[in-house]
């Protein structure tokens, strides 16, 4: 892993996105959906965060607000110091590139690939023709593509090769911040290596950020430095991966990393199954979203919404067993168990 040098490059503050919709015929006064709730949350400079939860959690709502492509409710983006809504579109485009998870459905059919690849630059103005075109080739050569494949087309290869011309595509432009939504995912696992160290070797040689995006603890945990985990559109754990991996404090990472096929020694002592399906964001459970699932709630948590805060060195969670004023109730609660 390269050195992260700390500078923040995203600063979310208190970011909300809902949604209005109507259910049944389209009759009455319409539903609010609260897809990211609140999120407060910092991407350094040269880091890779890796943002975990279950499918609807938020994470690519939340990927599509950094991106500048929808406007939070609420809440501010900032990006380098300024706000997100302020820097020209382009710009931003140029600086923040995605790579997507099915690499059959993010690249035109009917494109050779490196028309793909120059597309980007084409639009920015980068270079001359010739220029681009030599990028273009070395481009492929450095995500491990042969440069005749540039006449080629998207079918002719395989899920990896394609995401190897996705990554291309992505580095085009000289990103800054490259939001990784589930890159290899749709891939074969004996593959899925070989994407992960191309993208770790393009984040060395480019001094690139990234967002990552997984609901796969496993390869986030190899791949990220820091991990944030998300449950029903809010934060609910962030820090270190390493610490956080080895000892996870809010009840639904436990959860998430007992199923995680992730090999460790002491797994079967803090064994956590997570039961039952994420309630619907339409109608979500009062206090902690988390507590009808939770195998470790006690009397505040079904009226009573934890705050994220810092609660060990780095490591904030979500989680009212660390709430200082809330100890008394959960000792209580233990004693009368033990009985
Ligand atoms: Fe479980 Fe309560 Fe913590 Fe929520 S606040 S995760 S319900 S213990």
């Known amino acids: 892993m390269t050195k992260t040098d700390h500078t923040p490059l995203l600063q979310l503050r208190d970011v909300r996105k809902q949604y209005s919709i109507r259910t049944g015929l389209g009759l ?17 400079q040269g880091e890779t965060l890796g943002l ?38 382009l710009d931003l485009r140029r600086r923040m590139q995605m790579i997507f998870q099915d690499p059959f459905a993010s690249l035109n059919p009917r494109q ?16 001359s023709r010739k220029e681009r075109k030599e990028a273009v080739l070395q ?13 080629r087309y998207p079918h002719e290869f395989s899920g990896g090769q394609r995401q190897r011309v ?31 160290e191309l993208l770790a070797d393009m984040r060395k040689r480019f001094d690139l950020t990234y967002l990552f995006i997984s609901h796969d603890l496993s390869v986030v945990g190899h791949v990220c430095e820091r991990a944030a985990v998300m449950y ?5 754990e962030e820090g270190p991966t390493e610490s956080m991996f080895a000892d996870p404090l ?16 002491d ?8 039961s039952g399906d994420p309630p619907s964001p339409i109608d979500p459970p009062g206090g902690c979203p988390f507590h009808p699932r939770c195998n470790q709630a006690f009397e505040p948590c079904s009226r009573v919404a934890p705050q994220l805060a810092e609660r060990a060195p780095g490591r904030r969670t979500a989680c009212h067993l660390y709430d200082p004023e809330h100890q008394a109730t959960l000792a209580t609660t233990a004693a009368k168990e033990t009985l």
Do not use: F
């Not at 029903?232 to 609910?236: D, E, K, P, Q």
């Not at 797994?267 to 997570?274: D, G, N, P």
């Open 28 to 44: 009455g006064e319409p539903l609010t959906v609260t897809a990211v709730s609140r999120v407060s949350l910092t991407l350094r």
């Open 52 to 89: 975990v939860g279950e499918s609807g959690c938020g994470k690519s709502t939340l990927a599509r607000l950094i991106l500048g492509l929808e406007k939070p409710t609420s809440g501010d983006i900032h990006y380098r110091g300024g706000r997100l809504d302020e820097w020209r579109r």
């Open 112 to 127: 050779k690939i490196g028309d793909i690849v120059e597309e980007g630059p084409l639009i920015h103005h980068m270079g």
């Open 139 to 151: 481009l492929l050569g450095m995500v491990g593509l042969s440069p005749e494949y540039a006449n």
């Open 166 to 196: 996705a990554i291309a595509r992505a580095l085009a432009l000289h990103p800054e911040l490259v939001v990784c939504d589930e890159p290899v995912s749709a891939l074969d696992v004996s593959i899925q290596a070989q994407v992960l």
């Open 232 to 236: 029903l559109g809010s934060l609910v």
């Open 250 to 265: 809010h009840p639904y990472t436990k959860a998430l990393l007992a199923a995680a096929p992730i090999p460790d020694p």
């Open 267 to 274: 797994a079967a002592r803090r064994r956590a199954k997570l």
